[in-house]
């Protein structure tokens, strides 16, 4: 199952991620965003995306997709297969703009809806067919991030979650449903908690934020990038495994050694703190400079990581091995048409 066309509700940072990525993999997107700086920040992102993609795709990439800025929802959603909205995290706003695609959309389309964390079920109220609803969370950069977490809410249909996964994984991502609906899902809950200890270490002056940040980068952040936590652990538990591992450091669960279950004062201190300290550590790189070595750096990792396993290649690197070969055959087929019509008699009007 593939998509025919997609529309765009909202063109910010996920938005343009989704456009990028949608129109890479030669997808024609309709998007509307009512922001008058829509069209000159959607092209910056896909100036970025693109030229990830030429130096990721090592096999060649399909004709591009087009860009249609529609003026209103209604016009973007219009014979749209699949839809992903991507508006500011508030409940009202959503449902406003969920209640006017519902109305537009053909009836059998996906609608996919970036929130970070809002359930569908809150979201649901607004549809008249809700049962096509789903949270389709991805992860910044979305044109290279290949995770989307899928949840379904209480009157989602298995169909419509069945062909959300099948759609997303055409486009060379990784879906994954999450099994029980939960506010913030499961990849912004672990972001979080380690969000806040990580403002308490900053607050206390335990670390600055280049600190932290090397100590994740050089640390465990690699061992997280390619088996994730549960299969590291294993390892750490040395030849009994999971369970030694779990008999050995559950008892550190007990320990006062987080302050998870309390959040330090957001205020302007703390806030000037991390931003001075941010600024120390990356103002000398543009925020566009800044996504290109972000990509550079994420191509790197995957081309690494589909080396390994015998060449079949291991976690993301095996997924990038077989996205590098889907843009191939796009690239090809696009190609191919391109020089049929070229070679294709002209026909001569006649006087």
């Not at 209640?99 to 929130?115: F, K, M, N, R, W």
């Not at 006062?256 to 279950?261: A, E, G, I, S």
Request: with cysteine; proline share 5%; aromatic share 8%.
């Amino acid at each position: 199952m593939t998509i025919r066309k997609a529309a765009a509700i909202g063109g910010g940072v996920i938005g343009a991620g989704w456009v990028a990525r949608l129109v890479l993999n030669g997808i024609d997107v309709a998007l509307y965003d009512p922001d008058p700086e829509a069209s000159r920040k959607v092209e910056e992102v896909m100036a970025g995306a693109r030229r990830a993609y030429e130096k990721m795709a090592t096999e060649g990439l399909p004709a591009e997709g087009t860009i249609t800025y529609a003026k209103t929802i209604a016009e973007a959603v219009t014979g749209a297969d699949f839809i992903q909205e991507s508006v500011p995290e508030r409940l009202d706003i959503k449902h406003k703009v969920l209640a006017e695609i519902d109305a537009h959309a053909p009836a059998d389309a996906v609608i996919g809806s970036s929130t970070s964390g809002i359930k569908p079920s809150d979201m649901q109220p607004a549809l008249k067919r809700p049962e096509r609803l789903v949270v389709g969370h991805p992860f910044n950069p979305v044109y290279l991030l290949p995770l989307v977490e899928i949840v379904g809410g209480e009157k989602t249909t298995k169909k419509f979650i069945d062909k959300a996964r099948e759609l997303y994984a055409s486009i060379g991502m990784k879906p994954v449903v999450i099994r029980k609906e939960i506010e913030a899902f499961v990849g912004d809950r672990l972001l979080e908690a380690a969000w806040r200890e990580a403002l308490w270490l900053i607050k206390d002056g335990i670390c600055t934020v280049e600190e932290l940040d090397d100590i994740m980068r050089y640390s465990f952040g690699l061992r997280w990038a390619q088996m994730g936590m549960f299969q590291v652990y294993r390892i750490a538990g040395g030849e009994a495994g999971m369970r030694h591992f779990m008999a050995q450091f559950g008892p550190c669960l007990t320990w006062p050694w987080t302050k998870l279950m309390n959040v330090p004062e957001f205020n302007d201190e703390l806030v000037d703190l991390i931003a001075g300290q941010s600024d120390e550590q990356s103002a000398k790189w543009s925020i566009r400079e800044l996504e290109q070595i972000r990509d550079d750096n994420l191509i790197a990792i995957y081309e690494g990581l589909a080396k390994q396993n015998g060449g079949q290649g291991w976690g993301a690197g095996e997924l990038h091995k077989d996205y590098v070969k889907q843009l191939g055959k796009g690239a090809s087929i696009s190609a191919a048409a391109a020089k049929a019509r070229a070679t294709k008699p002209k026909k001569v009007a006649k006087a």
